[in-house]
């Protein structure tokens, strides 16, 4: 099955600046990589996913890149503000013929913004 | 308007005791999942169903069993509840083919004493 490795589990950037949160995959068949932002005391929220056939994608101040070859995927956040304080996690998934699969998830990354 | 919806949001019972969290949602996805997530944040599926057939049952004990009634609601219920059962349990949804779009309700709360 699929195995997801994020990297780092925990960081901290001033506010302003630029975090990036890495993860890699193991199974060359996923094709589905969604990113999830998890604030205190709630359910993990969609903030930008990424199809295999896309190598970038950008939407305001946040932005996936998509590797096959090297089979990693990073998020980009950048202008950092206070609310982007949160656990993020990176998952991936393969698109079967039929059925229903659930996503792997990475296990997180604590996002701390330092003003 | 909530998109999908669980209850109750905190459960606090005693070892052995046998309980349930529903979960519905109005968004006319065809699968729902329940995912559990540890004590330290990582989020694991444990079941999911697509027009009220199971498609994956992740290495659960047999104490625990979704029971979904029709497609917008999925319950989980859980027998003879131990300590390590303790954890936060999110029903999430999705539609389409390719499974995009999952939305995660915001948890149920588990404590088993």
């Known amino acids: 099955g699929e195995n997801v490795e994020q990297h780092p589990s925990t960081l901290s950037v001033q506010e302003g600046d630029s975090a990036v949160i890495k993860c890699t995959y193991s199974?060359?068949?996923?094709?589905?990589f969604p990113w999830y932002k998890q604030e205190l005391g709630k359910g993990p929220q969609l903030i930008i996913d990424i199809r295999s056939n896309v190598g970038e994608k950008k939407d305001q101040r946040i932005a996936v890149t998509l590797n096959k070859t090297a089979k990693h995927f990073s998020l980009h956040i950048t202008e950092t503000q206070p609310e982007d304080s949160a656990v993020y996690f990176c998952?991936?998934?393969?698109?079967?013929?039929?059925?229903?699969?659930?996503?792997?998830f990475g296990k997180g990354t604590h996002l701390i913004i330092q003003p | 308007d909530t998109a999908v919806s669980q209850t109750p949001k905190y459960l606090v019972t005693q070892m052995g005791n046998d309980k349930s969290i529903k979960c519905e949602q109005n968004?006319?996805?065809?699968?729902m999942y329940w995912y559990k997530q540890d004590s330290k944040k990582f989020l694991k599926i444990m079941f999911s169903?697509?027009?009220?057939?199971?498609?994956i049952n992740e290495t659960v004990p047999n104490r625990f069993s979704p029971k979904s009634p029709d497609k917008a609601h999925l319950n989980l219920h859980i027998n003879s509840l131990e300590l390590g059962d303790s954890a936060v349990y999110f029903c999430a949804s999705s539609q389409g083919r390719d499974r995009r779009g999952y939305t995660f309700g915001s948890g149920t709360r588990l404590t088993v004493v």
């Open positions: 968004l006319g996805h065809d699968t």
């Open positions: 998952a991936a998934r393969a698109v079967s013929g039929g059925g229903a699969d659930g996503l792997t």
């Open positions: 199974d060359s068949a996923s094709n589905y």
């Open positions: 169903y697509n027009n009220k057939e199971l498609i």
